[in-house]
């Protein structure tokens, strides 16, 4: 009898349709079925006890933002203790204090290391109170090009993980295994999460705490961003309850879990809170974006008044998008861009999108592409024949189907999905071409996009074979 690999056990598994569960007598079986009762919710999320003796890492590390010049590296720990990071670079090696950890911030903990070369990779080592946490061998990063720098580089996006740790796991695990392989099977530079990156669906901060906790407890997460620049938004579900706003009670206190828990760059502006932030890597930069934390509600008239990032963040990115001298700008967003998206999307705030994106022509601003997730299917658009949008999703939660829409080229609703863009500046223009992946199932789809596509000078025909 032939034997089958772990890898291929987990991916025939997480490839098979439900319908593959289905018996042969259930399905000749001519009987009418009674109507399937509304499923219960899962019940929450909870973490392991922690063990008695020494501190230990709960969960970590995970590294954040990766510059050209230094790294943000994440920890939580089971106690207030001291820790260091041991950094290595060939033969050399430092050490670096960590951040404190304390009860306040649910004994986690941001160390930034700067003075570090371009394009180098280090290694390095967690000690908590004096006890080396990480077995060998190592795990290491490789710094971001210098800033301006043309390059080839492959950048991974999804959204929404799943109500559960098991949902997400197959996908982390594949994307772990992924990361440090060839570019036809995978490999990638940086990882985007682009919301509902846990169901907490609520502002109390324990809560949130332990949801955010609960889902890095998986060993392919934890493998996957110990060597993996991550960086992240939120959507509705883990900035409170299903298609929450601006209006939403304790959403500050959502803000202080969400920098608690992802080691971005920065956090929105000194007089303006929210998660939205801008980050270069060689000349491609990096818009993302804020959806909830100044949202009118959906429901309200679409007028002048009506946002979805408010007047501040607004002018934030057009000031950005104008000092940008990247070649492809990336904007992404937690709720999708197109015209015909759902009650909890742009297509509700066309009052505020229709003029930016007529400001974006004015300026003759040139290479974006925006980014989105949430819909729990993943798809290709051109807006108004003009622009390019591609969402991702979902990486752990079930899938939703697609229904018509004129801008839509190309779309996938089966299994678990993420997308990958691969940008090369090198060229001239420079080259962009987007994958569709399913976990379990390799890639679904690659396609280039011209650069006269993606400034709407060219029809994107749809795609051939798929769901459109």
């Given at each position: 009898m032939s034997s089958i690999s772990r890898r291929n056990l987990f991916r025939t598994a997480a490839a098979l349709p439900a319908t593959a569960l289905i018996s042969h007598a259930d399905a000749a079986d001519p009987k009418p079925k009674a109507a399937t009762p509304k499923k219960a919710p899962?019940?929450?999320?909870?973490?392991?006890?922690?063990?008695?003796?020494?501190?230990?890492?709960?969960?970590?590390?995970?590294?954040?933002?990766?510059?050209?010049?230094?790294?943000?590296?994440?920890?939580?720990?089971?106690?207030?203790?001291?820790?260091?990071?041991?950094?290595?670079?060939?033969?050399t090696s430092r050490e670096i204090e960590?951040?404190?950890?304390?009860?306040?911030?649910?004994?986690?903990g941001i160390t930034v290391i700067e003075g570090l070369k371009p394009g180098t990779s280090y290694s390095y080592q967690i000690v908590l109170d004096g006890r080396e946490q990480l077995p060998l061998p190592l795990p290491s990063f490789t710094t971001a090009p210098e800033h301006d720098h043309s390059c080839r580089q492959r950048v991974v996006f999804g959204s929404c993980v799943g109500q559960t740790t098991a949902a997400a796991a197959p996908t982390w695990a594949e994307l772990a295994e992924r990361r440090g392989s060839t570019t036809d099977e995978g490999a990638f530079d940086v990882l985007l999460m682009l919301g509902d990156n846990h169901y907490a669906n609520t502002t109390e901060i324990e809560k949130l705490r332990v949801y955010y906790t609960a889902h890095r407890l998986s060993a392919g997460w934890r493998d996957l961003t110990a060597r993996t620049p991550v960086y992240a938004i939120w959507d509705d579900h883990d900035y409170g309850p299903n298609n929450s706003d601006g209006t939403e009670a304790g959403k500050a206190d959502s803000l202080k879990t969400f920098r608690e828990f992802w080691a971005n760059p920065s956090a929105g502006e000194a007089d303006n809170p929210g998660c939205y932030f801008t980050f270069t890597r060689g000349d491609v930069q990096f818009f993302m974006m804020d959806g909830r934390y100044h949202r009118s509600p959906n429901k309200t008239e679409d007028t002048l008044e009506k946002t979805?990032?408010?007047?501040?963040q607004l002018e934030w990115l057009k000031r950005e998008l104008l000092a940008s001298k990247a070649k492809v700008k990336l904007v992404a967003n937690g709720s999708e861009w197109e015209s015909y998206g759902s009650d909890d999307s742009w297509s509700l705030f066309k009052k505020e999108r229709d003029p930016f994106l007529a400001w974006i022509d004015e300026h003759s601003i040139e290479g974006v592409i925006f980014?989105?997730?949430?819909?729990?299917?993943?798809?290709?658009?051109?807006?108004?024949?003009?622009?390019?949008?591609?969402?991702?999703?979902?990486v752990g939660s079930n899938n939703s189907k697609l229904r018509p829409n004129p801008e839509r080229f190309t779309g996938h609703d089966q299994g678990r999905l993420w997308g990958v863009l691969d940008i090369d500046t090198t060229a001239s223009p420079p080259r962009v071409a987007y994958e569709f992946w399913q976990t379990g199932h390799s890639m679904l789809e690659r396609r280039e996009i011209s650069w006269g596509q993606l400034h709407g000078r060219e029809k994107i025909e749809r795609t051939e074979g798929y769901v459109i």
């Open positions: 899962p019940p929450p999320l909870t973490l392991p006890a922690i063990q008695p003796g020494p501190a230990y890492l709960q969960a970590g590390p995970m590294l954040g933002h990766v510059g050209a010049d230094r790294v943000h590296l994440w920890v939580r720990s089971t106690a207030a203790v001291g820790w260091k990071i041991v950094l290595f670079e060939q033969e960590g951040a404190a950890l304390h009860a306040d911030t649910g004994l986690t979805m990032l408010g007047k501040k980014l989105s997730g949430d819909r729990h299917f993943s798809s290709g658009y051109h807006i108004n024949g003009r622009f390019l949008e591609l969402s991702a999703g979902p």
